[in-house]
């Protein structure tokens, strides 16, 4: 495809549009209009001219507005609470007449499309220029009431902080990466951050590139409001009927809930019996006069599931030493008594929980700080002034059904 083809023949430039499905209601709520040019007989996709750094920047922004211009007249007869999302590279953003875009923008205002409808999808992968314009920019376009997103999120972690500083309405994440067999164990984390940043900026999470029903089934299981992708609909040359997918998604949202329902089932059932468990073997041992002994006792009991127990005071500071499973067996870490623990992410909230509910806790998956290993604590309140912490090991709870 050569871009002087393309230049010298716009008409044959044309707007695609891929709808954007929501949660919340299961139909569309919006559509990514994406590049198109018809040779042959075929569309082809105009992403990679966009992309070209070798074609003129005002050649690649001619084209873009040209087909933008398209977009917006058959916009026209859409619902009016349907989004219109438009890709803009941020190099192309700040290149040249600042202006052009938001002058489109207010003509078609004019004609019926309000500006908070629109959403614009900033790429920054490969921005060379001034941050500090791009974000003046991007709030000079908010004044006008035009939302945000940042596009092709998830690959790597290096935009987290950037995110912060635009503050987004919305965050596209795609989920390419999570079709590849060796899908990075990193990408769990970098979703998981995504999520939590989301939810702090109050920003709606958009998930696209979904391609099979897993795919749909994470997003929903990561708070996803909207979808895109082949599976749901792909880019077409007109609009879809909104409620094209509403059975469909309302179907598979119900079995996404049962399939997450039988798990917080499942795991409550492994939590109550930890509870009975420990209960038994505290009472079995109540007698022994020091932590220490204490310890030494339960690793019998415990030998198959745990590599590390301890006992804290309720403000965290240890009254035990750790015991520790190593390679050699199980070792007494002296070292350990009095550290203070009241520092790690919902020690204190646990605490409290376990003192009001005199029940155990069994924590969510996390990396263990010292094995690195992808572990879960199962907490108990010994008394009221100690809580014993059994941590699980990897190996235990790949065995059991529901724990990973
Ligand atoms: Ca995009």
């Known amino acids: 495809m050569d871009a002087l083809d393309i230049l010298t023949d716009l008409d044959n430039t044309v707007p695609f549009f891929q709808p954007i499905f929501s949660a919340d209601e299961h139909r569309v709520i919006g559509y990514e209009i994406l590049g198109r040019y018809k040779t042959e007989g075929e569309y082809k996709s105009l992403g990679p001219f966009f992309l070209d750094e070798n074609i003129p920047e005002e ?20 619902d009016s609470d349907i989004f219109i999302f438009i890709n803009r590279d941020a190099d192309l953003l700040m290149h040249g007449d600042e202006e052009e875009l938001l002058q489109i923008l207010l003509e078609f205002e004019e004609k019926g499309i309000s500006m908070n409808r629109i959403v614009l999808e900033i790429s920054e992968r490969n921005y060379h220029g001034d941050i500090e314009h791009l974000d003046h920019l991007l709030n000079y376009y908010r004044t006008y009431g035009i939302r945000i997103a940042v596009d092709k999120l998830g690959n790597d972690r290096s935009h987290l902080d950037r995110i912060g500083q635009i503050s987004p309405n919305i965050l596209k994440v795609d989920l390419l990466a999570l079709r590849s067999t060796n899908t990075s164990p990193g990408f769990q984390d970098i979703i998981y951050s995504l999520s939590m940043l989301a939810r702090k900026i109050g920003a709606t999470l958009l998930f696209e590139n979904i ?102 005071d309720e403000d965290g500071f240890q009254e035990s030493p750790n015991i520790f499973k190593g390679k050699d067996g199980w070792v007494i870490q002296p070292e350990y008594l009095q550290k203070n623990w009241s520092w790690r992410p919902y020690f204190l909230e646990n605490i409290l929980k376990m003192r009001k509910e005199k029940k155990g806790i069994l924590s969510d998956l996390y990396s263990d700080i010292e094995t690195g290993e992808i572990i879960r604590t199962f907490s108990y309140p010994f008394n009221e002034k100690h809580y014993l912490f059994i941590d699980l090991s990897y190996e235990y709870l790949y065995e059991q059904i529901g724990l990973l």
Not at 59 to 78: G, P, S
Not at 253 to 275: G, P, R, V
Request: with cysteine.
């Open 59 to 78: 050649y690649r922004i001619e084209v873009d507005n040209h087909i933008l211009k398209k977009a917006l007249q058959l916009c026209l007869t859409l």
């Open 211 to 312: 391609e099979m029903v897993y795919q749909l089934e994470y997003a929903w299981k990561n708070s996803g409001r909207y979808y895109q992708g082949f599976y749901l609909h792909k880019p077409v040359p007109d609009f879809v009927d909104r409620d094209i997918l509403k059975d469909q998604l309302k179907k598979e949202c119900q079995h996404f809930i049962s399939n997450e329902k039988k798990k917080l089932e499942a795991l409550y059932e492994i939590t109550e019996s930890f509870q009975l468990k420990i209960s038994e073997l505290l009472q079995k041992y109540r007698r022994l006069d020091s932590y220490e002994v204490l310890l030494n006792s339960l690793v019998k009991d415990l030998d198959q599931m745990a590599f590390r127990m301890y006992v804290c």
